[in-house]
């Protein structure tokens, strides 16, 4: 059963363009993917479920690095994207995170949502699948949209949405030569943390990290912008 329609449909049609696009951009290449990285550390010998994996970048460098990985994913055409990417011997399977996990207790050491978390209205059943999955003393690695960095960008363009309500809004992305809508949820930094301990989680890290320096040359007007305002939050919670 499904809280709110994923954005499957969205990615489907963004799939081959979102992926290039992720593979290169100043966002995903030298911001998002290297933060997580550097939280996930040492992740060698560890099983790691890739929450929302896309095309499969991140699970690429895990896998690099000596992890065990799992991604799931809810639309097809992304999970085919990450196929090519990753080979016929990855463990990829389409899932949807406002169901039930298809796993036992205790099957995963960290559990990596990177921009995933976000396109749910309501994270309580999804941390607490995400909590059953992981071993206690396993860690939850996710990263959202920064809420007050998005509410800010709302006040700029329209009537002014209330941080501290949970409200959504679609985005139209066009990338590779299709365009899609794709549905957000922006809720205030207090219900997330809530959240995380509600479902037994406890917060080690709230991190709100830079893009990486090389980014500087490549990226020169973004850089200044991305480097001096957050637009993620990522958080290193771990299941007590
Ligand atoms: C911004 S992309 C990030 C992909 C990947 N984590 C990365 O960082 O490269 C968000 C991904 O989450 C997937 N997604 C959105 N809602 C989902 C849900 N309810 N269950 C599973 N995947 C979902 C989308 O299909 C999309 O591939």
């Not at 000596?66 to 990829?92: N, P």
């Amino acid at each position: 059963m499904t809280q709110d329609a994923p954005p499957a449909d969205g990615y489907d049609s963004l799939a081959e363009g979102y992926t290039a696009e992720n593979d290169n951009s100043l966002m995903n290449a030298y911001y998002e993917r290297p933060a997580a990285l550097a939280l996930a550390g040492d992740v060698a010998g560890r099983r790691i479920l890739d929450a929302g994996c896309g095309s499969g970048p991140l699970f690429a460098e895990l896998r690099a690095r000596g992890a065990t990985v799992t991604g799931i994913e809810a639309s097809a055409g992304m999970l085919e994207q990450a196929r090519q990417r990753l080979g016929a011997d990855a463990d990829l399977r389409v899932a949807d995170l406002a169901d039930p996990l298809p796993f036992p207790d205790d099957s995963f050491d960290d559990v990596i949502a990177s921009l995933v978390l976000h396109y749910l209205r309501d994270w309580g059943p999804t941390l607490a699948e995400m909590r059953r999955v992981l071993r206690t003393g396993g860690r939850l690695i996710a990263s959202v949209n920064h809420p007050m960095a998005m509410n800010l960008l709302h006040r700029q363009s329209g009537p002014r949405p209330d941080y501290f309500e949970t409200y959504d809004w679609t985005e139209e992305w066009t990338m590779g030569g299709r365009t899609a809508q794709l549905r957000f949820w922006n809720q205030p930094l207090h219900r997330m943390t809530d959240a995380f301990t509600a479902a037994g989680f406890r917060i080690d890290v709230v991190s709100e990290p830079h893009p990486v320096p090389a980014a500087r040359e490549k990226f020169p007007d973004d850089f200044h912008l991305l480097d001096t305002f957050p637009t993620f939050l990522f958080f290193v919670v771990q299941a007590e």
